[in-house]
């Protein structure tokens, strides 16, 4: 770096001397430093919270319960309306079938999210929780993000404070940090995505859950309509609840993927990507974990996030179905993982949700089936309804003729 003070070199120098950026110092980098400049300094703080060069990975699987949503963000390909002969909820048997699958690949959590579903009452998600911990006593449950518990407390017009005891009681160990998208309610309306949970909503729901003694992720949908300094206000909002309660466990951040949605557009660039990642990295200097989001920039652009800040390479993805249905499809197993993490020069460690170490890679350990191509929530043209569904009052018109 040249030793000329210039605002660039004198907030890069914040960086490296360990002090925090302020909002002015966070946009004169992102804006105006250049793309090597920003990923030396988010190298060198990654490097200060993990200098013992291990990168991790999770092995668990991410499963869409319904696409059925009543909340119709316009950035999303995956939603389906009520009454859509496309709609499903997956049966109990067709989960534990995906939970058998991923323990048969070193799996230890599911990753549990879907669509804002009206005839899903509070009991359903309970039931559901108490059979998987039933039958799967150590196998983790990270699910349902925080609009999810807020279209359930509406839905079961209890608080959110009730729903979350109540899950938690019924088995919930964390919460994903979905549906942030950008903690700005002018972004958030033009989303259509206020309606579902304003940012104040989004940031309220996480800090009962940490209260409550869970830990959650924080994520961050970027490049859709949103201004610099947006993206910074939500960056802002996270470190803010972090320095309150300390229960996120990592950050997680991915382009807007527009094919086939309401909203359409073009996707953020990788390098857009790979400077977004960066300022997060400086920002949210009070998060310990940052990862990669290989699923929707792909393996190669993956890898080089571990060059701008990132120290996790998030899940290896048996299924997806969302990011997949607005264009994106990208597959790597655990060996295409590792490969990643040590060609890139690092040592690949197996992690849980709390970044605990598990272990070296399993395919080292055992041998597991290789996964070349991505699984789906159902089969195409699977319209079956799970039996159990019948036990649960319907709250929609078509609900109620389905179950009658
Ligand atoms: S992003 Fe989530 S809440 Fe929004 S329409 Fe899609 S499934 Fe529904």
């Given amino acids: 770096m040249s030793s000329e003070l210039t605002p660039v070199n004198s907030c890069a120098q914040k960086v490296l001397n360990g002090q925090r950026l302020d909002r002015d110092e966070a946009l004169i980098l992102y804006r105006c430093a250049p793309t090597h400049l920003l990923g030396q300094l988010a190298d060198t703080v990654r490097a200060r919270k993990h200098p013992d060069g291990i990168v991790t990975y999770i092995i668990d699987r991410n499963v869409n319960y319904t696409n059925v949503c009543v909340a119709k963000c316009n950035f999303c390909a995956f939603y ?68 999810e518990i807020i279209h359930i407390s509406r839905l079961s017009k209890l608080t959110v404070s009730r729903v979350v005891e109540r899950l938690i009681a019924a088995g919930l160990d964390s919460i994903p940090g979905g549906g942030a998208e950008i903690l700005v309610d002018r972004v958030r309306r033009l989303l259509h995505c206020y309606g579902k949970a304003t940012a104040d909503e989004w940031i309220d729901v996480m800090r009962v859950a940490h209260r ?41 951040t991915w382009s807007y993927q527009p094919d086939h949605t ?34 929707t920039q792909g393996g190669k652009v993956g890898q080089l996030s571990l060059a701008f800040g990132a120290n996790d390479m998030g899940s290896v993805m048996i299924e997806e179905n969302v990011v997949r249905a607005a264009g994106a499809s990208y597959c790597m197993d655990e060996v295409e993982i590792v490969r990643n993490i040590e060609e ?14 598990l272990g070296d890679p399993i395919f080292r350990e055992r041998q597991v089936p290789r996964m070349r191509s991505l699984a789906t929530a159902r089969a195409e043209g699977d319209d079956s309804v799970p039996v159990e569904l019948h036990k649960y009052p319907a709250r929609s018109r078509i609900g109620k003729q389905v179950r009658t």
């Fill in 262 to 295: 309401e909203l359409a557009g073009v996707e953020a660039t990788g390098l857009d990507y790979l400077r977004t990642l960066a300022l997060a990295r400086l920002v949210l200097d009070n998060f310990e974990n940052v990862q990669a989001s290989w699923v």
């Fill in 80 to 147: 389906r309306d009520v009454g859509s002969r496309e709609g499903y909820v997956l049966g109990f048997e067709e989960i534990f079938k995906k939970i058998d699958e991923t323990i048969a690949v070193g799996g230890v959590q599911l990753l549990l999210q879907g669509g804002h579903n009206p005839d899903l009452p509070i009991e359903w998600y309970e039931d559901l929780f108490r059979a998987v911990k039933g039958r799967y006593p150590d196998f983790r449950l990270h699910a349902l993000s925080p609009p």
């Fill in 344 to 357: 890139a020069g690092f040592a690949p460690k197996r992690r849980n949700m709390h970044y605990q170490i």
């Fill in 212 to 252: 409550a003694g869970l830990r959650t992720t924080a994520t961050m949908m970027y490049g859709s309509v949103e201004a610099d300094e947006e993206r910074l206000e939500h960056l802002w909002r996270l470190r803010e609840l972090q320095e309150e309660t300390g229960g996120f466990t990592a950050f997680i």
